[in-house]
């Protein structure tokens, strides 16, 4: 049975309790969150996908307010961190250099500096480190990359893919707003759909953004060409300045020679494929959300399971330097190389 603890205990720390406490093969044992009143019920998270709001049960698990305490009290096997972006590095770090395995959310960190001291660390450590890129285990978009990579409907002529939110409005003030803190919208939320990119087609060759600038020179919404050696087109639009009554949106479609693929978070079903010839059809998807299979691919790594690595950690540091790159391009108005 693992050991598990939870760092930061917000809308994603208690999205990865409830992912922990639903598995036979590990014990959320310990959660440490700076305000005490975080595991007291007054922490609901409101984020972009259902299921982490209302009370966990907390009872048997013990509760911190400092991580190297926790660290240094519990015998942990293995941790999420699920603290706000600016800290994803020193507590990883800190966590791996305690011996603990690490699943830290997305993104890896604010800096490519910061990302490779992580990394670092892990390799001296002997200890696994996962960042918590989702989609690339979400049921849909899983199932986009196997639909794609078998062959049977062509290569991609075209692919695009969307992420819309209201967090500038339903965070505002909060450190999702303070671009030192979150990365702001391009690392928060469009990097989802830049890690997938990567994951579906490798490192572009280059970027080219334009982005919506707030007054305080943010970026609020962003679409980005990304290029590749060859002529398919692939573009991602993220933004997060719309209004809490539109929802949270993720869609993509993507056309291939001899079909198209489309993906709506908000229609039922949300993944047809329609062939060329035929019928559409709705594939059938994997059980559970992108979040708890990460943590089943998360265990077999602890476990020494061998399975297709999903994500590494060069893979993270690769969305951010991509990301990065984005965000330059719609600041600039310039290519951006990756080569
Ligand atoms: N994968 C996804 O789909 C997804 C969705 C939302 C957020 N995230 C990421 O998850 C991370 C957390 O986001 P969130 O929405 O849960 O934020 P949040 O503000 O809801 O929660 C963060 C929690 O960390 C606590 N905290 C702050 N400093 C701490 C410290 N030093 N030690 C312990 N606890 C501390 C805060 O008190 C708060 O409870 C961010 O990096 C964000 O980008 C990922």
Known sequence: MLKI?????????????????????????????????????????????????????????????????????????????????????????????????????????????????????????????????????????????????????GRVITATFQRLSATARTKQGSWFSNEEQSGGMVFDLHIHDTDFVQYLFGTPLSVCSHGALTPAGSIAHIVTHYRFNDDKLVTAEGGWALVPAYGFEMKFLIVMEKAVLSFENKRTPTLKLFPAEGEPIVPELEQGDGYSRQIGHFVRAICGVPVPSVITPQHALQSLRIAEAERESARNGTHVNLT
């Open 5 to 153: 603890g939870i760092v930061g205990f917000g809308f994603m720390g208690r999205m990865h309790t409830r992912c922990w406490k639903a598995r036979t093969d590990a014990r959320v044992v310990a959660i440490c969150d700076i305000n005490a009143g975080a595991t007291q019920g007054c922490g609901k998270g409101l984020g972009n996908i259902a299921g982490a709001e209302g009370d966990v049960d907390l009872r048997d698990v013990a509760i911190h307010t400092d991580p190297e305490e926790m660290f240094a009290r519990e015998k942990l096997d293995a941790v999420s961190i699920t603290v706000p972006t600016h800290l994803h590095a020193a507590w990883t770090i800190k966590a791996l250099n305690a011996g603990v395995h690490v699943l830290c959310e997305k993104p890896m960190a604010l800096t490519l500096a910061d990302g490779r001291q992580m990394i670092a660390t892990a390799e001296d450590s002997g200890k696994i480190l996962q960042i918590g890129h989702c989609i690339r285990f979400w049921p849909e978009y899983a199932k986009a990359k196997e639909i794609i990579e078998s062959g049977v409907y």
